[in-house]
């Protein structure tokens, strides 16, 4: 997200919602990479990228962390631990996490470092749940079984601390057969519903998966009769990315690990195919600019992305 560090949000370090960077809607977050809402910016996937107001948002990289480590900082590490704080984790507590892509890894990860006692992770693709296990997390494969009612039965009917929406809108219904079938905000928020009926009374539920303008569907009937407390939102990434690079320099947190594959900048049309059609053992994707070659290089191998 882009922020200009002087408005009355960014001296909150409510980054993502600041008054000036985004001249077109200022209501809405500015990010890199968006429609023309989100301020028209041109996305970083690219050799070169114009940076507005790069005295706030670039943060100097410490020699000793790696580029594989530091690009997944950006938004993905600093997102998911905004989730995490936003539910509200105490040590001990039972947490849900839906979604298993890149952020939902590391939200779990990220409630780890919280102390959580247990987590649940929520998905339907294979490979996926496997790395939510090599975390220590429990899966439940919603394709499989129903995701609220195993969450009740493996809690004794209580339901979890905190849930954390890493999905957004419904990924595996919203898939379309063409463009044109297509409607932003048109998909059912299952997640959301899987949130609510498996959260315990006056729990707590984090929503960091993207949802739409047009998206109105809410199970705010139920949610209000558990006393539940909700938060979403765009992450203020400026205000995480200094506790995320001190966490990688200290052999916390190893982003890395998540990186499934390595590709060339002109293998990326292949690579989104990929990943859009959630190929097994697509997890996270990492594009290499000065490469030539759009040869896929697969990373078999991955461990823990928290340090036990």
Same mark, same amino acid.
């Given at each position: 997200t882009i922020a200009c560090g002087n408005c009355v949000y960014c001296r909150a370090s409510y980054y993502s919602k600041c008054d000036v960077a985004n001249k077109q809607n200022p209501k809405a977050t500015a990010f890199f990479g968006g429609p023309k809402g989100s301020g028209g910016f041109a996305g970083l996937q690219a050799e070169y990228a114009r940076? @507005?107001? =790069?005295?706030?948002g670039p943060v100097k990289i410490p020699d000793d962390i790696g580029d594989d480590d530091a690009i997944l900082l950006s938004d993905i590490f600093t997102t998911a631990y905004f989730g995490a704080e936003m539910a509200s984790i105490k040590p001990g507590h039972t947490v849900a996490?839906?979604?298993?892509? @890149?952020? $939902?890894?590391?939200?779990?990860a990220s409630a780890k470092i919280l102390d959580a006692g247990r987590i649940i992770a929520v998905d339907c693709e294979p490979s996926r749940l496997e790395s939510a296990?090599?975390? $220590? =997390?429990?899966?439940v494969?919603?394709?499989?079984?129903?995701?609220?009612?195993?969450v009740l039965d493996l809690t004794n009917g209580v339901g979890v601390d905190c849930v954390i929406d890493a999905v957004?809108?419904? =990924?595996?219904k919203e898939r379309p057969k063409s463009d044109a079938g297509f409607k932003p905000g048109a998909a059912p928020g299952a997640a959301l519903e899987f949130a609510v009926g498996m959260v315990a009374k006056?729990?707590?539920?984090?929503?960091?998966?993207?949802? @739409?303008p047009t998206m109105m569907q809410f199970p705010i009937g139920m949610a209000m009769g558990k006393n539940l407390t909700l938060r979403m939102g765009d992450c203020p990434h400026r205000r995480y990315l200094p506790k995320a690079l001190?966490?990688?320099? =200290?052999?916390?947190?190893? @982003?890395?690990?998540?990186?499934?594959?390595?590709? $060339?900048?002109d293998g990326a049309i292949d690579a989104y195919r990929a990943f859009a059609n959630h190929q097994d053992g697509w997890l996270k994707v990492e594009l290499l600019p000065r490469s030539s070659s759009g040869a896929v290089q697969t990373r078999s191998e991955r461990g823990e992305l928290v340090s036990v």
């Amino acid at each position: 997200t882009i922020a200009c560090g002087n408005c009355v949000y960014c001296r909150a370090s409510y980054y993502s919602k600041c008054d000036v960077a985004n001249k077109q809607n200022p209501k809405a977050t500015a990010f890199f990479g968006g429609p023309k809402g989100s301020g028209g910016f041109a996305g970083l996937q690219a050799e070169y990228a114009r940076v @507005p107001f =790069a005295n706030v948002g670039p943060v100097k990289i410490p020699d000793d962390i790696g580029d594989d480590d530091a690009i997944l900082l950006s938004d993905i590490f600093t997102t998911a631990y905004f989730g995490a704080e936003m539910a509200s984790i105490k040590p001990g507590h039972t947490v849900a996490v839906l979604g298993c892509g @890149p952020v $939902g890894q590391f939200v779990v990860a990220s409630a780890k470092i919280l102390d959580a006692g247990r987590i649940i992770a929520v998905d339907c693709e294979p490979s996926r749940l496997e790395s939510a296990r090599r975390q $220590g =997390a429990e899966t439940v494969d919603f394709a499989r079984e129903d995701a609220i009612q195993t969450v009740l039965d493996l809690t004794n009917g209580v339901g979890v601390d905190c849930v954390i929406d890493a999905v957004g809108i419904d =990924a595996q219904k919203e898939r379309p057969k063409s463009d044109a079938g297509f409607k932003p905000g048109a998909a059912p928020g299952a997640a959301l519903e899987f949130a609510v009926g498996m959260v315990a009374k006056a729990g707590h539920v984090a929503i960091i998966g993207v949802y @739409p303008p047009t998206m109105m569907q809410f199970p705010i009937g139920m949610a209000m009769g558990k006393n539940l407390t909700l938060r979403m939102g765009d992450c203020p990434h400026r205000r995480y990315l200094p506790k995320a690079l001190r966490a990688v320099e =200290a052999g916390t947190v190893r @982003p890395s690990r998540i990186l499934s594959q390595k590709i $060339g900048l002109d293998g990326a049309i292949d690579a989104y195919r990929a990943f859009a059609n959630h190929q097994d053992g697509w997890l996270k994707v990492e594009l290499l600019p000065r490469s030539s070659s759009g040869a896929v290089q697969t990373r078999s191998e991955r461990g823990e992305l928290v340090s036990v």
